[in-house]
Protein backbone atom coordinates (compact mmCIF):
# COMPACT_ATOMS: atom_id res chain seq x y z
CA UNK A 1 0.00 0.00 0.00
CA UNK A 2 1.61 3.66 -0.98
CA UNK A 3 1.61 6.36 1.78
CA UNK A 4 -1.22 8.00 0.10
CA UNK A 5 -3.17 5.42 -0.02
CA UNK A 6 -2.25 4.82 3.77
CA UNK A 7 -3.23 8.60 4.24
CA UNK A 8 -6.57 8.39 2.67
CA UNK A 9 -7.57 5.94 4.73
CA UNK A 10 -6.17 7.36 8.05
CA UNK A 11 -7.73 10.55 6.90
CA UNK A 12 -11.58 8.61 6.14
CA UNK A 13 -11.00 6.74 9.60
CA UNK A 14 -10.36 10.45 11.50
CA UNK A 15 -13.40 11.67 9.68
CA UNK A 16 -15.68 8.86 10.52
CA UNK A 17 -14.56 9.05 14.39
CA UNK A 18 -14.92 12.88 14.41
CA UNK A 19 -18.63 12.14 12.97
CA UNK A 20 -19.83 10.05 15.60
CA UNK A 21 -18.02 12.30 18.30
CA UNK A 22 -20.41 15.28 17.39
CA UNK A 23 -23.42 12.28 17.57
CA UNK A 24 -22.24 11.80 21.18
CA UNK A 25 -22.18 15.00 22.14
CA UNK A 26 -25.34 16.31 20.30
CA UNK A 27 -28.27 17.04 23.45
CA UNK A 28 -25.15 17.07 25.62
CA UNK A 29 -24.65 20.21 28.16
CA UNK A 30 -22.62 21.53 30.52
CA UNK A 31 -23.29 24.39 33.44
CA UNK A 32 -20.39 26.75 34.58
CA UNK A 33 -20.96 29.24 37.33
CA UNK A 34 -19.24 32.06 39.00
CA UNK A 35 -19.46 34.08 42.10
CA UNK A 36 -21.18 31.25 44.18
CA UNK A 37 -23.57 30.44 41.64
CA UNK A 38 -24.92 34.15 40.97
CA UNK A 39 -24.03 33.87 37.56
CA UNK A 40 -24.61 30.62 35.35
CA UNK A 41 -23.96 29.88 31.49
CA UNK A 42 -25.05 26.35 30.33
CA UNK A 43 -23.28 25.80 26.80
CA UNK A 44 -23.97 22.72 24.34
CA UNK A 45 -21.87 19.84 23.52
CA UNK A 46 -21.03 21.96 20.39
CA UNK A 47 -20.15 24.19 22.70
CA UNK A 48 -22.80 27.02 21.60
CA UNK A 49 -24.09 29.39 25.07
CA UNK A 50 -27.69 27.79 25.42
CA UNK A 51 -28.65 29.94 28.51
CA UNK A 52 -27.42 32.82 30.62
CA UNK A 53 -28.77 33.10 34.27
CA UNK A 54 -27.86 35.88 36.66
CA UNK A 55 -29.01 36.59 40.16
CA UNK A 56 -31.08 39.68 41.01
CA UNK A 57 -28.63 39.99 44.10
CA UNK A 58 -25.77 41.37 41.78
CA UNK A 59 -27.87 44.60 41.43
CA UNK A 60 -26.57 47.01 38.91
CA UNK A 61 -22.42 46.63 39.67
CA UNK A 62 -21.42 46.06 36.00
CA UNK A 63 -18.05 45.46 36.93
CA UNK A 64 -18.08 42.90 38.89
CA UNK A 65 -21.07 41.24 36.57
CA UNK A 66 -18.74 41.46 33.69
CA UNK A 67 -16.07 39.77 35.76
CA UNK A 68 -18.05 37.03 36.57
CA UNK A 69 -20.20 36.19 33.21
CA UNK A 70 -16.42 35.66 32.03
CA UNK A 71 -15.73 33.56 34.92
CA UNK A 72 -18.54 31.80 34.58
CA UNK A 73 -18.39 31.44 30.37
CA UNK A 74 -14.80 30.25 31.24
CA UNK A 75 -16.01 27.32 33.36
CA UNK A 76 -18.42 26.32 31.14
CA UNK A 77 -16.29 25.76 28.29
CA UNK A 78 -13.60 24.58 30.63
CA UNK A 79 -16.22 22.02 31.29
CA UNK A 80 -17.14 21.24 27.71
CA UNK A 81 -13.76 20.77 27.26
CA UNK A 82 -13.35 17.67 29.68
CA UNK A 83 -16.88 16.45 28.09
CA UNK A 84 -15.30 16.62 24.66
CA UNK A 85 -12.13 14.57 26.07
CA UNK A 86 -13.96 12.24 27.94
CA UNK A 87 -16.43 11.20 25.19
CA UNK A 88 -13.52 11.12 23.20
CA UNK A 89 -11.87 8.69 25.57
CA UNK A 90 -14.99 6.46 25.35
CA UNK A 91 -14.92 6.21 21.21
CA UNK A 92 -11.44 5.23 21.46
CA UNK A 93 -12.12 3.00 24.31
CA UNK A 94 -9.21 4.29 26.17
Known sequence: MSIPETQSMA???I???LKK???QLEG???EGSSGNGAVRIV???QFRV???KISPRLG???EQLEKLVAAAVDDALQKGNELLRSEAQKLLGS
Open 28 to 30: KQV
Open 15 to 17: NKL
Open 50 to 52: MGV
Open 43 to 45: ISG
Open 11 to 13: QVF
Open 21 to 23: LDK
Open 60 to 62: RDN
